[in-house]
């Protein structure tokens, strides 16, 4: 299982890139990637929308199943990747690669943990 | 009292014994006393002779018409005896939804050559497939185009009332605005519809051929509704779509219709067949099932249910519907019967339709009194006046075994299909004389 | 095999059409269509090999048992059939005057009258096309009943986590809020999370009893109760009739509305995936808000009626006749005797098979069931690796249809088995015997499952490929 020291976690499964002051990017963990399975498409928001910190921005679907991916900050989407809305598999092969989406003006956060804690949260899992 | 339960009173007596209990009874224990049936209040079971009889003596109560010039949402066309004889084998007619891919093949076979059939008839890139109705799919159709900010649907008046009603339902519960579009002359007013659109409106619904018969500028519609942001909905009709623009040469964004002259009987409204189809861009907010083309571990090519991320069993209370049944064997109707016709035999029903509604328009219209009310261009049905109350004229032409026309304001909408030949057409116009000069 | 389009030659057909007896019009230039609506061009005799050729990759109730949970796929009498295809009915148009078609609302009344005396309630639409459209529709009455009253607040409908994917998505269509309240250890209702749940914005309860794991749940007076103490009401999801119908009524249950499957408990076919019948039934206060064009006797014969606050429509015309007629060809022929003998068949051909199977598979409720138990594989897939899915695949090589899988939800490695009651004990034992076989083949050589089924027409397929890259039509470009 993949953890990249560079970047911070949530709880659920999200990596985040603090990439400037009050903006983040963000991106599914290869823990989540390799849980959901071979996914087919990405649900993602559009640029200018908020988002809210602890509840899903986006969803990712697989052949059965659909799951939410949850926003770690409460924001305003400055940018979103199409890259991974037209090649979702990329999620699969290179989940912290394949970022979902950049968030400005950032004002509330989850509790974010570093790759340690993240370890720890997963082998529990 | 009849049964078709194959086990017989010892073989219930085994299984019981094999279960651990003594009887039946048991098997209800978690029903508390109180609330179980001592008596059924219906009549006993008859055997299935007695009820055929039964049944068929109330058959004999209906009246079927001898010609039938009446259209008005449900279309009286001609079924090849080769699609009856396909859609009752009874692996098609028993059959379950084919989430076994593997021993389905048949059936998602058939529904991949429908859905490609759907997308000729429109113009369209993708097709379901099949919703319950044309009215439903017109519904879902208006829910596939709202989101967060668009949450209005303009409807034009001309589109048929029943059509308009079930849009007003299925709004009820998503919380849609419903605006009307004014009809002027029996066609949609574009200008009053361009001066309704604001940027929370989504879509508008045009019906083409309309309510009335006419055929629609829904190209001009297209170009109002993108130029203001919007998506044009066109309902369409199956036969006419054959022969005037289709959807996609209009520019519309989903056709919808009512499939049910493509081989299902008149059957008093139903089953019936609702068809969707769109653009690429809004596949992935159809609803229902969609079958795609891919391999097995073999390499072979084989059919599968795909897109399922969409619906209701995996999406639950964030599906866009709640479609689960269908009208599958309805749809395999259609692809039968499409594929019975074939592009030529298509071509001819909707000529014939044409010509033959053309010949009795022109008929009719010149008996005094019977003048042509909407004067555009139509392709199989048409409204004309009619000089006595048109009750007393349609019970006339029932004592001549005719179903005439559908009364709506201002007149009678006449519909002639290839069912009609020239003989019954010139019978109506003789009646419709005979009638209309003894008062 | 190839597609119908692969068939197709140009010059060929079939001669259903005459010429046109009338002078020939044609569609004017401007509107006239640019590009041609193209279909397979085939003669009858490669039309009807074309088919009977889809038909054998196909698998209906005719080929075998088909033990599908909550679908109920009961044997369809072909009288049923025969029925609704008399020309008396066929050839009706729905628009003919009231009095020309006295036999069809005649049908329709009649079956309501049998339907509302099984289900308890006063009123019924045959509306609804489908089992999910019922539940929408239903749904809207309750909608309309809150609405009428000038009670607003009510926007959630309480859901179990053990029901069927549609009545979360219906509650969402009807635009209500979903609150899942998860079930106990028991596989039923928790009452205590029921109650933590009601308040003043309860609209209503969706449920379904016995519930998706096979179990009569015997607190379900006080359930109801609950709900209409917080002033809410109670829908019946009526796919799982075919267990209780003529022993106890929904109506006196609790419930206030309810949607019937006939495509299920009232043995109509399925089709292919349709059409159903999603008939709805409610109490009296709730008939006023019911579909327009409700059959109903009318003096000395029958008439449509149309609710004073109906809902509208929820499609056109007056619901699938076609299917009516089979469901009341079905009820006259069990009458008051036949229901209640094939509700207790089917819940005794569901406990013949767990008991039989208790000792082999896993099945976490192992209590009397009802029409319908579930077993996991979960213990198979820790150990061996194998999972429902390989079971169900095995099964296909064996020529049978396998159960639900993978619901209900609360279950992992679910598998829902429904023999219903048109099944014989020879045909369950066999069914028993070959699920023995595949246990001991998961034991000793669990990869053979996984490469399972082996004699099908085409064998395990790429979902993952068809759904990236979806190809819904022929491509006429493709080279030949």
Sequence with gaps: MNILDNLKYTKSHEWVEETGAGTVRIGLSDFAQNELGDLVFVNLPEVGDTVTVEEPFADVESVKAVSDVFSPVTGTVSAINNDIADSPEKINSDPYGSWFIEVKDVTAKTELLDSAAYKKICEEA | ?439 | MQLNYEKSREGRGCSVMPACDVPVCKVPEELARKQTARFPQMAEVDISRHYTQLEKRSHGVNDGFYPLGSCTMKYNPKLNDEMAALPGFTGIHPLQPVHTVQGCLEVISTLESYLDEITGMTGMTFQPAAGAHGEFTGLLLIKAYHTHRGDTKRNTIIIPDTAHGTNPASSTMAGFKVINIPSNADGCMDLDALRAAVGEDTAGLMLTNPNTVGIFDKNILEITKIIHEAGGLNYYDGANLNSIMGVVRPGDMGFDVIHINLHKTFSTPHGGGGPGAGAVGCKKELEQFLPLYRAVKDGNGYGFSNAEHSIGSVKEFYGNFGVIVRALAYVMVLGREGIPEAASNAVLNANYMRASLQDTYCIPFNDICMHEFVMSIEDLKRDKGVTALDIAKALLDYGVHPPTIYFPLIVEEAMMWEPTETESKDTLDDVVSILKEIHAKALSDPASLHEAPHSTPVRRLDEVGAARNPVVKYDFEADK
């Excluded at chain 2, 659109?197 to 083409?208: E, F, L, S």
């Excluded at chain 2, 629609?216 to 066109?234: P, Q, V």
């Excluded at chain 2, 861009?281 to 969409?310: H, S």
């Excluded at chain 2, 179903?403 to 007149?411: F, M, N």
Aim: proline fraction near 4%.
């Design chain 2, 1 to 439: 009292m009849g049964s078709y339960i194959p086990s017989t009173l010892e073989e219930r007596d085994e299984m019981l014994r094999t279960i651990g209990i003594k009887s039946t009874d048991d098997l209800y224990a978690a029903v508390p006393s109180q609330m179980k049936l001592n008596h059924l209040n219906i009549p006993e079971g008859m055997a299935e002779l007695t009820v055929s009889e039964k049944i068929r003596a109330m058959a004999a109560k209906n009246k079927v018409f001898g010609s039938v010039f009446r259209g008005a949402g449900a279309y009286n066309h001609y079924i090849p005896s080769i699609v009856k004889e396909v859609t009752g084998k009874e692996t098609f007619l028993t059959a379950y939804t084919p989430y076994q891919a593997e021993i389905s093949q048949g059936v998602l076979q058939n529904i991949f050559e429908y859905q490609t059939m759907i997308c000729e008839l429109t113009g369209m890139d993708v097709a379901n497939a099949s919703v319950y109705d044309g009215a439903s799919g017109a519904a879902e159709a208006i829910t596939m185009c709202i989101d967060r900010k668009r949450r209005k649907a303009l409807v034009s008046s001309a589109a048929n009332p029943m059509i308009i009603q079930t849009i007003r339902t299925y709004c009820f519960g998503s919380g849609t605005e419903v605006v009307m579009i004014p009809s002027r002359d029996g066609l949609t007013d574009l200008d009053a519809a361009a001066s309704l659109i604001d940027d929370t409106t989504a879509c508008i619904y045009m019906q083409q051929p309309n309510y009335f018969g006419q055929i629609e500028d829904c190209t001009a519609a297209a170009e109002k509704a993108h130029g203001a942001g919007l998506k044009l909905i066109m309902g369409v009709d199956p036969v006419a779509a054959i022969s005037i623009k289709s959807a996609r040469e209009c520019g519309a964004d989903v056709a919808v219709g009512e499939g049910q002259p493509l081989g299902m009987p008149l059957s008093f409204g139903g089953p019936y067949l609702g068809f969707m189809a769109s653009t690429k861009e809004m596949m992935r907010r159809m609803p229902g099932r969609i079958v795609g083309e891919t391999k097995d571990v073999d390499g072979k090519r084989a059919y599968v249910l795909t897109l399922q991320a969409r619906e209701q069993h995996i999406r639950r209370e964030k599906a866009s519907s709640n479609i689960c049944s269908n009208q599958a064997l309805c749809a395999m109707t259609a692809a039968v019967y499409l594929t019975t016709m074939g592009t030529k035999g298509m071509q001819e029903v909707a000529s014939l339709c044409y010509s033959k509604a053309h010949y009795a328009a022109a008929q009719i219209s010149s008996i005094p009194g019977f003048d042509i009310v909407y004067k555009g261009e139509f392709f199989y049905e048409f409204v004309t006046k009619t000089p006595v109350d048109a009750d007393k004229l349609l019970a006339k032409l029932e004592e001549k075994d005719i179903l005439g026309g559908y009364p709506v304001e201002g007149g009678i909408l006449w519909c002639v299909t290839e069912m009609n030949s020239k003989d019954q057409i010139d019978a109506l116009v003789s009646a419709l004389k005979e009638v209309s000069s003894c008062n």
